[in-house]
């Protein structure tokens, strides 16, 4: 089982390829070890970063935007926080009584991911609400810009991650053969793949191929390196 950091389709058909069992689980600290669990047979046809099935003794909410009531649920095919209840939920964080205030409810706890709702009930994890930033005065998910590149740019984009640079252009890192990037014409055809998928404010300012994407000392792929 795959857990942590969220998998890359390659990850996953190299795992299948030499003949392992393969399972995304999904869960957070605060309520002890994994919530969900969905086992991935073909990357090719299953989304490598649904949720799943919660296991027993949890429960899935997903809370519509900005997510800060998980009595207000998110309709299908929007964007919504995960809140997490049931018997594995924690008690709160220790001598932290107002971040315990703003994340544990009602018996429950906001997990602080985005995640898009499918007509089925089954939830895509999209990113974190700690990735939001602000383009033309609007508030973007990061992680809804890298599903759509995902999505609409195989196979010349693997794994995928986005920043905002500090002259404020969205640029998409991608895991890739780093010649392309001597080539005009992969940034532009990625362009005009995604555009097709979100806004225009959306759409990157440059696509940048790395052989891998840096990682922080925890094993989680690094934004700011």
Not at 18 to 42: I, L, M, P, S
Not at 56 to 73: I, K, M, Q, W
């Amino acid at each position: 089982a795959l857990g942590g950091e969220a998998m890359s389709k390659a990850i996953a058909q190299r795992w299948i390829g030499a003949g392992v069992r393969v399972a995304n689980t999904y869960g957070v600290t605060e309520c002890v070890a994994y919530q969900t669990f969905r086992e991935v047979k073909d990357p090719d046809v299953d989304d490598v970063r649904s949720l799943g099935d919660p296991l027993p003794g949890n429960v899935l909410v997903f809370a519509r935007e900005p997510g800060d009531d998980p009595t207000s649920l998110a309709a299908p095919g929007e964007l919504a926080e995960l809140w997490i209840g049931g018997s594995q939920v924690g008690t709160g964080y220790l001598n932290r009584p107002e971040l315990t205030a703003s994340r544990f409810k009602n018996g429950m706890y906001r997990t602080g991911d985005i995640v898009r709702v499918g007509r089925s009930g089954e939830a895509v994890l999209v990113g974190r609400r700690d990735d939001q930033v602000k383009i033309s005065g609007q508030r973007v998910e990061l992680g809804e810009i890298e599903e759509a590149i995902r999505q609409t740019c195989v196979p010349l984009a693997g794994d995928v991650k986005c920043v905002l640079s500090k002259s404020k252009h969205l640029i998409a890192y991608c895991v890739g053969d780093s010649a392309r990037n001597d080539v005009p014409i992969y940034d532009e055809v990625m362009k005009l793949a995604v555009s097709k998928s979100v806004p225009r404010h959306m759409v990157p300012f440059a696509f940048v191929f790395l052989e891998t994407l840096p990682m922080t000392s925890t094993g989680k792929v690094s934004r700011s390196a």
